[in-house]
Nanobody, 124 residues
Framework: QVQLVESGGGLVQAGGSLRLSCAAS????????MGWFRQAPGKEREFVAA????????KYADSVKGRFTISRDNAKNTVYLQMNSLKPEDTAVYYC?????????????????WGQGTQVTVSS
């Protein structure tokens, strides 16, 4: 059974940083691409970033490009999202998810399964 557990969320002031982690189990982690998404109250889930199985290619939403960095450690079965220069509009629940091919797409339907999410709140 695949399990994804996100951690690292919290409350931070605008301009601050957070590092999210997503620990995976029950799958051959190093053979799957991974993605991060977020969902704010009353809004649809939106793509944030994705990374190929080797970490060689990444993709970012325009809204986070230059501020967020996705990375992975296949030895630890973990994918990370380093978030810098946070803005109040980054406030959302952040989810990691498995991409079962090595192509990076931005639609949530291209990912399964999902973690339970971690809350990120950025105060102004």
């Amino acid at each position: 059974q695949v399990q994804l557990v996100e951690s690292g969320g919290g409350l931070v002031q605008a301009g601050g940083s957070l590092r999210l982690s997503c620990a995976a189990s029950g799958l051959a982690f190093s053979t799957y691409a991974m993605g991060w998404f977020r969902q704010a109250p009353g809004k649809e889930r939106e793509f944030v970033a994705a990374i190929t199985w080797s970490g060689g290619f990444t993709k970012y939403a325009d809204s986070v490009k230059g501020r967020f960095t996705i990375s992975r450690d296949n030895a630890k079965n973990t994918v990370y999202l380093q978030m810098n220069s946070l803005k109040p509009e980054d406030t959302a629940v952040y989810y990691c998810a498995v991409r079962r091919t090595n192509t990076l797409v931005i639609v949530p339907t291209g990912y399964s399964p999902w973690g339970q999410g971690t809350q990120v709140t950025v105060s102004s």
